[in-house]
């Protein structure tokens, strides 16, 4: 339930045509990706505080069996780099300029929640939809925030949490996704802060290996840290062998605060 950046799954032609065809969308995912890779948040934030820009984020949590706080973090970790990195956002696409003026300001996500009718209307918008286990996500193509679509705006930002889970030991071929659990962040909070971190790692990676995770579907592992295996995940931001997301301190923590740590998966 999700749209992907192009890459060679499905090609099954032979011939110069599907060579050219594949040729293209390779191209065009190096060329989204490198522009992931250079960073973001040189330009600051306009005057007009209409004007600042942010990723819209929109959690599906049903009044009724609602899903793993971990699945859902999942899946919005999944749909924040499947959007940066879609072939709508690539060089003269229909999203490329809203993308851009985003990922070269200062960084923002804002996560709302939606049920029913809601959640519908939700994904009339344009962004990215992404389900893992039922769980499902959208992350939405950045705006100012004057000017957000009704049928987000109208959604609510705070008041709905779930319950922390243990799912276990995550697939060591996926990447993980450690949330620093003395923080005590809010399931908005957390959710923004893991698609900072599955957008980081992408950049991260080599342009082949983001591909190859892209083929799988950006999938990824969320799980809580303490802080004695937390000290162990700074250890390997430390050597260059994962990313951490650290906080402006804009809500709920303090700047400078280290959220996520992203470890790589096997690619």
């Known amino acids: 339930m999700a749209s992907f950046p192009e890459g060679t799954a499905g090609v099954r032609d032979s011939g110069d045509a599907a060579e050219a065809e594949l040729s293209t969308g390779i191209a065009g995912f190096r060329i989204r990706h490198a522009e992931l890779a250079r960073g973001y948040g040189g330009l600051g934030d306009p005057e007009d505080p209409a004007m600042v820009q942010a990723m819209q984020m929109v959690l599906h949590i049903p009044k009724i069996d609602p899903p793993r706080r971990a699945a859902l973090l999942e899946a919005a970790a999944a749909a924040t780099v499947a959007l940066c990195l879609d072939e709508r956002v690539g060089p003269d696409r229909e999203w490329e300029q809203r993308f851009l003026a985003w990922k070269r300001s200062r960084i923002r996500k804002v996560a709302r929640r939606a049920r029913g009718a809601q959640w519908l209307a939700a994904n009339e918008v344009d962004g990215v939809t992404v389900e893992v286990d039922g769980a499902q996500a959208r992350a939405f193509v950045p705006g100012p925030v004057g000017e957000v679509d009704p049928r987000i705006r109208r959604l609510q930002i705070n008041g709905t949490d779930l319950e922390h889970d243990d799912p276990g030991p995550a697939d060591p071929d996926l990447p993980v996704l450690w949330v620093n659990a003395k ?65 402006a301190g804009f809500t709920e923590v303090a700047p400078g605060s280290m959220t996520v740590i992203a470890v790589p998966g096997q690619y």
């Open 183 to 247: 923080l005590g962040m809010t399931l908005g909070k957390a959710a923004a802060q893991v698609g900072h971190a599955s957008m980081l790692l992408a950049g991260m990676l080599t342009v082949d290996e983001a591909r190859r995770w892209s083929q799988r579907e950006f999938r990824c592992a969320v799980r809580e840290s303490g802080p004695e295996q937390w000290a162990s995940l700074c250890e390997q931001v430390s050597r260059g062998r994962a990313v951490a997301v650290r906080d």
